[in-house]
């Protein structure tokens, strides 16, 4: 497997130094050794599909799981050594619902200031603030039972931002939520990191979210296999990327291979080819087939296409596997595991 | 320090909040030792006197107490495991406050409540012919506590070792009833037993939760009330220690 890892950051402040980080789960090596720095004020993401280790790093850097081996520190505290010291550092948004759902929003977020120690004229004056910028001033006094996922999730942002943490960890923020959540609280993101000049740590399998980022490291089984800015990664490919569907795929790409000397992948039925010179290259592809061609189109290249680069897979296509995965993994843990 | 008493505290007015808001709750968790106090005790004394013995309702009054503070605080503990599943666990665990803080926390909310849902039994002394003054009813208010304290502690003892609340319900079932039978709440334990049960009363740590009440309200104790709050305060310590022990672990 290729490893590849340019290092864009250098000369700035980081906020989160990564060396060899590695958590095996009896038997299964769920990280095997990252290492990573994240910079003050930066938007860094982790792009890999389910079961990438993306949980796993993020709850290893919270100070919830012990590392088996290697060390990080966040906003200079060690991980596994200052646990107290790094969660007052940070805020976090997890994966999985974290509210109490027989409270209403402000008590949630009031508990929450309290636990972390916000003197109460602080909190006062910041709870309306953070309900103000997810929007939820109108329904602070309702149950949080009653509210919609978007809802909940927007709550959970507010609550990660109450004690004005350094770093806020995000993971999956937009998880099955609608386009239009998605998009506003991605608009927090970037406000977030202009005013309150906060850097940003998260996890996603959503490509498009990933251009989002300052920089992105793509992870998958565990290990990071690329990081750099969106753009660079993209320029990485070259040129363009042409999808095309013939009568026969498998033809097709050893054709392509023999003819043009270039490695055609097949996804979802369609095969993708990465080439220099998108508009000229297409007539000559079509004239040299023999295979009949069904479709074809041309686009830029986006990190998809970087991914399917150096794994040869799709991330959303393992998407629904890695679903599945995760059910059975609960159904047959009984639960789920802090 | 001022973190972990912060937190103690929170979790504490979690738990009341919660508690107080569901009134439907209150309301069904008191229904059920209201149910043994009346009909069932009233049944059980028709066998040994005709139109029932007063003396029965009233041996037994302090042994419901214990029951409403038992259950009550066993519930509490199993909010846990809820918290697990919903999430809300991973929240406090993830705060900058020391776990066994969170521990505490829990096992004070929940004893409060538990000792809340106990004073509505409280209410019906009268009912039952019990009356008492008022430093006997702080010194009752003082014992519920321990009892609650205790019986949350090793709640959430077994709490912090189960993924599930099937898991916890199913340790619930084998060790709950039998606890409650043993204790002494609803017949006397002092003669005629068999030697294996009376070994079992004798290790069963409600038996001195309810000896104790038992004496302070209607004065029919049958061990010394120092052995009695002894062995609870013991045994709750112990509970609490080896459950934060747990809860520090808990990844
Ligand atoms: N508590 C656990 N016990 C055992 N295996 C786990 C546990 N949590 C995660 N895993 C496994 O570790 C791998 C990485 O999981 P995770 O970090 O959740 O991935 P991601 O967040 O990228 O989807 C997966 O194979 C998953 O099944
Ligand atoms: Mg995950």
Known sequence: MKYKITNYWQGSKTIIEVDELKKEYNGLTAVKGVSFDVGRGEIFGFLGPNGAGKTTTISMLCTLLRPTAGHATVNGFDVARDKLAVRRSIGLVFQDPSLD?????????????????????????????????????????????????????????????????????????????DPQTRHHIWEYVHQLKIEEGLSIFLTTHYMDEAENCDRVAIIDHGQLI????PENLKEEIGGEVIMLSTRDNRAAADEIQNKFALKAVEVNGELSLQVADGNHFMPRLIKGLETEVASISLRKPTLEDVFLKLTGRRIRDEKIEGIEQERTRRRQRGGRKV | MRAALMGIYTLWLRDVTRFLRDRPRIISSAAQPLLWLFVLGLGLSTAFVRGGSP???????????????????????????????????KEVLVA????????????????????????????????????????????????????????????????????????????????????????????PTNRGLPIWMNALVHIDPLSYGVDALREILVGMGRFSLFLDLGVIILFGTVMLSVGAYYFEKTE
């Open chain 2, 55 to 89: 003396q029965y309702l009233r041996f037994i009054y302090p042994g419901i107490i214990a029951m409403s503070v038992l259950f009550t605080s066993i519930f509490s503990a199993i909010s846990i495991i809820w918290d697990r599943e919903f999430g809300f666990l």
């Open chain 2, 96 to 187: 900058p406050i020391p776990r066994w803080s969170v521990a505490i926390g829990r096992a004070l909310g929940g004893s409060t409540v538990a000792v809340l849902q106990g004073a509505i039994i409280l209410l019906f002394a009268p009912v039952v012919k019990v009356s008492f003054s008022v430093p006997q009813l702080i010194f009752a208010f003082i014992v519920m506590f321990m009892i609650a304290f205790s019986m949350t502690s090793f709640g959430i003892l077994v709490a912090a070792r189960m993924q599930t609340h099937e898991g916890f319900q199913m340790i619930m079932n084998f060790l709950l009833l039998p606890m409650f039978f043993l204790s002494g709440a609803m017949f």
């Open chain 1, 101 to 177: 759902e027989r409270l209403t929003a402000v008590e949630n977020l009031r508990f929450h200031a309290m636990i972390y120690g916000v003197p109460k004229a602080d909190r006062d004056k910041r709870i309306p603030v953070v309900l103000e910028l997810v929007e939820l001033e109108g329904r602070q006094n309702d149950l949080v039972r009653t509210f919609s996922g978007g809802m909940k999730r927007r709550l959970e942002l507010a609550r990660g931002l109450l004690h004005q943490p350094k770093m806020l960890f995000l993971d999956e923020p937009t998880l099955g939520l």
């Open chain 1, 226 to 229: 690329a990081m750099d800015t």
